[in-house]
């Protein structure tokens, strides 16, 4: 089984930016989709960004419709370590965030009234990281 450790969050001034880190550990780590999910008080938890496997899948990436263009998903699998670069953070974007290993190694997304990341679909989780975006 696969074992995540964020790292990274903190308390940001609006059109700021964080890079978060999820170390990953375990034989399969690198062939494992490993996606990004956060979750505001009060709110279900919610699929921001993943990426598929690039040792045994394409490396794609997906992100949701409020983070495109803000935020960056990329691996290093050399130092088993998954990133999230945010930019232009906002303060809806204050949540916990939690990285987890997806059950395969393919970024799977569904489509309902927007694509989206299901969180049935992953099998371990970090423990969270705190992301404040206030001024």
């Known amino acids: 089984q696969v074992q995540l450790v964020e790292s990274g969050g903190g308390l940001v001034q609006p059109g700021g930016s964080l890079r978060l880190s999820c170390a990953a550990s375990?034989?399969?780590?690198?062939?494992?989709?490993i996606g990004w999910f956060r979750q505001a008080p009060g709110k279900e938890r919610e699929g921001v960004s993943c990426?598929?496997?690039?040792?045994?899948?394409?490396?794609?990436?997906y992100y949701r419709d409020s983070v495109k263009g803000r935020f960056t998903i990329s691996r290093d699998n050399a130092e088993n370590t998954v990133y999230l670069q945010m930019n232009s953070l906002k303060p809806e974007d204050t949540a916990v965030y939690y990285c987890?290993?997806?059950?395969?190694?393919?970024?799977?997304?569904?489509?309902?009234?927007?694509?989206?990341?299901?969180?049935?679909?992953?099998?371990?989780w970090g423990q969270g990281a705190q992301v404040t975006v206030s001024s």
């Open positions: 990426i598929s496997s690039t040792t045994n899948s394409d490396g794609r990436t």
């Open positions: 375990g034989k399969t780590s690198d062939y494992n989709a």
């Open positions: 987890a290993a997806e059950h395969g190694s393919f970024c799977r997304t569904y489509s309902g009234s927007n694509y989206y990341l299901s969180v049935y679909d992953y099998g371990s």
